[in-house]
C-alpha cells in the first residue's frame, strides 16, 4: 500500500491559534483577539474589545510569530513537503479597510515561506482562518455589509502579487459553513438570524469567486480552493423518514460547496429561501461571479461523524465541532466527545468527489487529547498514533480502491496550539508538545512526540510503513 508519488503530506495550523504577536509588527486586531478561554463546560466570551485582566489565548498562543525558525526545522525533520498555515489578513491590513498594505506583516510571511522553501516544503495557504480584522465588525458590522468584499478582494490581490512563485495552493475560507453555527468566527458579525447569513454568505461566496478569478490572472500556476467544514452524518436507521432528515441535515451544509464548486445556487437552497421569504440582494454581475469563480480544489476537515434523523425519545446528542447530532452506537469518542469515525473519511472522500468531480485535500484530521510531559521530556501518545492510523489507512482506499484524487494530507495541529473551540491548550493535537497550559503559563519549550517519530516513517514510506 502506498500513496501516489508527490503526495503532500504535512501538517495544519491557523494564524491566531498558534502566533501570537498579536500586536507585533503592527498588526491589527482579529476576531479571534477578543475571544477569551473556556472549556468543554464554559462557553467562550466574546468581549469585542480587549479588556485589561482578562486572558486572551491567541495574544501570545504558542509564540510561533517567534519561534516560526525553529517550528519549520521541526517540521522538515518529520519530512513535511507542504504546510498548511493562515496569514494573519490583519498583519496585511491592520484595520480590514485600509488603502496600503501594512511592510512589516508582508515580510514576515515573505521570511516565513522562504524557510519553508529552504528545506522543500510547499505552503498552503488559507487566506482567511476565523480572523476578519475586527476593524471589519466595528465599521461595516461584518460580512452583512457587501463592504467586506473588496476589503478581502484587495487584501488577496496583494498577497497573490507578493508572493507569486512561493505559494501555489491558496485557500478562501476556513470551513465557511461553520457561518451556519457561529455568525462570528464565520463572518464577524453577531446577528444569527437566517436572513442576516444569507446575505453573508452571499458576499463570502462572491468574495471568493472573485478572489478565485484575480488568482488566477495573477498567477495561472495557482491553485485556489475552498475550505468545507466537514459535517457528515448517516441516517439514524432504514426509516425513510430517518434518511430524509440526513438529506436535510447534509442539505444545510453542502449548499456552501454547491455554491462554491458548481457556481451557482442549488434548486434547494433557493426553494428553502422562498419557503422562509428570505430575500438576497444580489448585484446583477454576482451570477455570472458566481460561475467564474469556481473552486479548483475542495479542502476539508474531517475529524468524526454524527447521525442524524427524525427526534426520539432514545436520540442522545454527541459533541462535535461546529456541530451536534445524535450519538452513534458503533463509534468510540474522544475526551471531548467527539466520535471517532476512520471508515467515515473514506466514505466522505466519495461523496464528495461523486458530487464535485475535482481534486480533494483533506487540510484537517487528528485527535485532541490531553497528553503528559514525562520527566525526562517524552511523551507516549499512542492513542493519537492509533487515531491517525487507522484514519491514513481508510484514506489510502479512498485513493487506490475508489480512485479519488487525495492531493494533501495536514493533520491538524502539528504542533500544539490554542483549540478554536474552547480555547483550551491542553486540548492538544500536534506532534510537537508545546510548554504552555490553559492559564497561559509555561516555558514554551518544544518537545518530540513519540507520534513525532511515527509520522516521520509515515511520510518518509510515502504512507506504506504504518506501524
Ligand atoms: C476546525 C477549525 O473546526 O477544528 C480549527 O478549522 C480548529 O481552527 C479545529 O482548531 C479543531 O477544533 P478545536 O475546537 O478542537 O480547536
Redesign the pocket.
Known amino acids: 500500500m502506498a500513496f501516489p508519488k508527490g503526495f503532500l503530506w504535512g501538517g495544519a495550523t ?1 494564524a491566531n ?1 498558534c502566533e501570537g504577536g498579536y500586536l507585533d509588527g503592527g498588526k491589527g486586531l482579529s476576531i479571534a483577539d477578543v475571544m477569551t478561554a473556556g472549556s468543554l463546560n464554559k462557553e467562550r466570551e466574546n468581549t469585542l474589545v480587549v479588556k485589561e485582566g482578562e486572558y486572551y489565548p491567541s495574544h501570545i498562543a504558542i509564540d510561533m510569530y517567534h519561534h516560526y525558525k525553529e517550528d519549520i526545522a521541526l517540521f522538515a525533520e518529520m519530512g513535511f513537503n507542504c504546510y498548511r498555515m493562515s496569514i494573519n489578513w490583519a498583519r496585511i491590513y491592520p484595520n480590514g479597510d485600509d488603502e496600503i498594505p501594512n511592510e512589516d506583516g508582508l515580510q514576515f510571511y515573505d521570511d516565513l515561506f522562504d524557510e519553508c522553501l529552504k528545506y522543500g516544503i510547499q505552503p498552503i495557504v488559507t487566506l482567511s ?2 480572523e476578519t480584522p475586527i476593524g471589519l465588525y466595528t465599521k461595516f458590522g461584518g460580512w452583512k455589509s457587501r463592504e467586506c468584499i473588496d476589503c478581502f478582494v484587495r487584501y488577496c490581490k496583494t498577497v497573490f502579487t507578493r508572493y507569486k512563485g512561493k505559494v501555489k495552493y491558496w485557500m478562501t475560507f ?2 465557511i459553513n ?1 457561518l451556519e453555527m457561529n455568525s462570528w468566527n464565520g463572518a464577524a458579525m453577531l446577528e444569527e438570524d437566517l436572513q442576516t447569513k444569507t446575505q453573508a454568505a452571499h458576499h463570502l461566496f462572491v468574495a471568493s469567486a472573485l478572489a478565485v478569478a484575480a488568482g488566477h490572472e495573477i498567477d495561472p500556476e495557482n491553485k485556489i480552493g475552498m ?1 468545507y ?1 466537514g459535517l457528515f452524518s448517516y441516517a439514524n436507521s432504514c426509516n425513510p423518514a430517518d434518511v430524509q432528515a440526513n438529506i436535510d441535515t447534509m442539505h444545510a451544509q453542502l449548499f456552501y460547496c454547491d455554491v462554491m464548486c458548481k457556481g451557482y445556487y442549488p434548486n434547494y437552497k433557493l426553494k428553502q429561501l422562498e419557503r422562509e421569504h428570505i430575500t438576497i440582494q444580489k448585484e446583477p454581475e454576482d451570477d455570472e461571479i458566481l460561475m467564474k469563480g469556481k473552486v479548483d480544489y475542495l479542502a476539508y ?1 474531517y ?1 468524526m461523524t454524527l447521525v442524524a434523523g427524525e427526534k426520539t425519545a432514545k436520540a442522545e446528542l454527541a459533541n462535535g ?2 456541530f451536534t447530532g445524535y450519538k452513534n452506537p458503533y463509534l468510540e469518542q474522544s475526551q ?1 466527545g ?1 466520535q471517532i469515525d476512520p471508515m467515515g473519511i473514506r466514505i466522505s472522500m466519495n461523496e464528495l468527489y461523486d458530487r464535485y468531480n475535482i481534486p480533494l485535500m483533506i487540510v ?1 484530521n ?1 485527535l ?1 487529547a490531553v497528553d503528559e510531559l514525562k520527566e525526562d521530556g517524552t511523551i507516549d501518545d499512542d492513542y493519537r498514533i492509533d487515531y491517525l492510523r487507522e484514519h491514513i489507512k481508510e484514506m489510502e482506499k479512498g485513493i487506490n480502491i475508489d480512485g479519488i484524487p487525495l492531493l494533501a494530507y495536514t493533520p ?2 502539528c504542533i500544539d ?6 480555547g483550551e491548550m491542553k ?1 492538544r ?1 500536534g506532534f510537537i508538545y508545546v510548554d504552555r497550559d490553559n492559564e497561559g503559563n509555561g516555558t514554551l519549550k518544544r518537545y518530540r512526540k513519540k507520534s513525532f517519530y511515527w509520522y516521520k516513517k509515515v511520510i518518509a514510506s510515502n504512507g506504506a510503513d504504518l506501524d
Open positions: 491557523a491559534q482562518h476565523y476556513n470551513e461553520c475550505m467544514g476537515s475529524y465541532n461546529l471531548w467527539w484537517e487528528g485532541g491538524w495541529g496550539l490554542v483549540s478554536a473551540g474552547t486540548k493535537y
